[in-house]
Nanobody, 123 residues
Framework: VQLVESGGGLVQAGGSLRLSCAAS????????MGWFRQAPGKEREFVAA????????YYADSVKGRFTISRDNAKNLVYLQMNSLKVEDTAVYYC?????????????????WGQGTQVTVSS
């Protein structure tokens, strides 16, 4: 599975962005998908995850109520809608695929990773 993120950019605090992750391969619907982020000088952290079927969704407490993860298995796409962005959301955002059907908050459970897309939120 190859993953390519897009949709990052520069936005003012309070604004919105939608990240997309395009996956190659015919088995996209078998993978749970996750979004992680890494800010400069910090470890990579979990943001959101969605099970292979889309029936189970998980969020980090820091983004709950502001971010929404979704997927379109017919188009091999997963999205991260980010609203009410804060300066502390600034990071490189990574899309990842996991063989664990139900999804996971842990980066160790993800096998495939995209190259990342930069999100910068200005004050």
């Amino acid at each position: 599975v190859q993953l390519v993120e897009s949709g990052g950019g520069l936005v003012q605090a309070g604004g919105s962005l939608r990240l997309s992750c395009a996956a190659s391969g015919r088995t996209f619907g078998s993978y749970a998908m996750g979004w992680f982020r890494q800010a400069p000088g910090k470890e990579r952290e979990f943001v959101a995850a969605i099970s292979a079927s889309g029936g189970n969704i998980y969020y980090a407490d820091s983004v709950k109520g502001r971010f929404t993860i979704s997927r379109d298995n017919a188009k091999n796409l997963v999205y991260l809608q980010m609203n009410s962005l804060k300066v502390e959301d600034t990071a490189v955002y990574y899309c990842a695929a996991s063989i664990f059907y139900s999804g996971s908050r842990y980066s160790r459970d993800y096998t495939y990773w995209g190259q990342g897309t930069q999100v910068t939120v200005s004050s």
